[in-house]
């Protein structure tokens, strides 16, 4: 079982923030914003690459509902999540990033430069 499979069972501890039948959300161990926790689904799913929409409209409300119950709503956040090896997954379950709590950068994402790619 991967590991958000087991904080998903309650088999290890998270700091969940919240949760429903099929998903919970918690913070980050490792935050890079004020705000940083993690959305996933109960049940296991690889990455955005196999999600259904089905899944995705329903994640999209919870979502929704986290940023409001952790306070972002309104003063602004981000959801991310990355995909495979180039987009830096290192959690082989499907989550999404919640980042916000204070003004986020936007800044350089890729190893190559996008000019050279022009
Ligand atoms: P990824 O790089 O796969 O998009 O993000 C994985 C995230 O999971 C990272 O931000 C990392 O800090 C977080 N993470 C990894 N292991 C644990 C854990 O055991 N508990 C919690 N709460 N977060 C974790
Ligand atoms: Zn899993």
């Not at 998903?8 to 913070?27: G, I, M, P, Q, R």
């Not at 940023?67 to 999404?96: C, M, P, W």
Request: glycine share 6%; with cysteine; charged share 25%.
């Amino acid at each position: 079982m991967c590991l958000f499979c087991k904080i998903a069972n309650n088999e290890l501890t998270a700091n969940k923030v919240h949760e429903n039948d099929d998903f919970v959300a918690f913070h980050d161990i490792n935050p890079k914003a004020p705000v940083h926790v993690l959305a996933i689904p109960k049940t296991h799913v690889d990455s955005f690459n196999e999600v259904t929409p089905e899944m995705m409209a329903d994640m999209t409300a919870f979502i929704q509902e986290v940023a409001e119950k952790v306070d972002v709503k309104e003063s602004g956040y981000r959801v991310i999540t990355n995909v495979g090896e180039n987009g830096g997954q290192e959690v082989k379950h499907l989550h999404f990033h919640i980042l916000g709590g204070a003004r986020l950068r936007w800044g350089h994402f890729a190893d190559a430069d996008p000019k050279d790619f022009l």
